[in-house]
């Protein structure tokens, strides 16, 4: 059992940044973020597995950062350069199988509670 509890969004200007933060209860070989809007499927907006090795959604690249703290077992994600359609709340997920698919959100068996992001135009 992996509990996950996510932190760091809130509200922002278009440009602005901001730093989500996943504190995880044990350490998973993947992990990610997803983003689920209303009316829409949850969308993977990056992920990392346990060489660090990160998959982004093309949106996402470029702007984006995910990392991961072992020594904690926090995952974050750094969001430069926000934008209107980045809004969302974002998920953190978490596996204990290392994830052909990292970013489509079947794969995961643990998930946390969501943090929402808003970004202003």
């Known amino acids: 059992q992996v509990q996950l509890v996510e932190s760091g969004g809130g509200s922002v200007q278009a440009g602005e940044s901001l730093r989500l933060s996943c504190a995880a209860s044990?350490?998973?070989?993947?992990m990610g973020w997803f983003r689920q809007v209303p009316g829409k499927e949850r969308e993977g907006v990056a992920a990392?597995?346990?060489?660090?090795?990160?998959s982004y959604v093309d949106t996402a690249k470029g702007r984006f950062t995910i990392s991961k703290d072992r020594a904690t077992n926090t995952l974050y994600l750094q969001m430069n350069s926000l934008k209107a359609e980045d809004t969302g709340m974002y998920y953190c997920?978490?596996?204990?199988?290392?994830?052909?698919?990292?970013?489509?959100?079947?794969?995961?068996?643990?998930w946390g509670q969501g943090t929402q992001v808003t970004v202003s135009s």
């Open positions: 997920a978490a596996d204990l199988k290392w994830l052909l698919r990292p970013l489509i959100d079947s794969g995961y068996k643990y």
């Open positions: 044990s350490s998973s070989t993947t």
């Open positions: 990392i597995d346990n060489l660090g090795r990160p």
